[in-house]
């Protein structure tokens, strides 16, 4: 019951179902190319990285500083579903702009 709360608190936010949405179609994005685009401080990012994470959608990989995030694979049918459904609303996603500086 705790991991399907989190899962759909973690959708229950227009800003998070946005990151989502853009983390799907981008694949892979650093936290600053997120923060880039979405045009917010990074840890009002990190926060929402964290819940979508914790909801069971995200992953996270280190490489140096940075941290990457991509959507975990493999995933249950319900977050499938979910992100099957995000990709069909009409919502406005940013630009991506690779912005991080190895």
Known sequence: MDIFLKTVGAINDETRVKILRFISEKEKVCVCDV?????????????????LKDGGFLRVEREGKWAYYSIKTPLDVFRLE?????????????????????
Request: aromatic share 6%; proline share 3%.
């Open 82 to 102: 979910v992100l099957q459904e995000i990709k069909t609303l009409d919502i406005q996603i940013p630009k991506f702009t690779h912005r991080c500086i190895v």
């Open 35 to 51: 923060e880039s685009a979405f045009d917010m401080i990074q840890s009002r990012i990190s926060r929402h990285l964290k819940i």
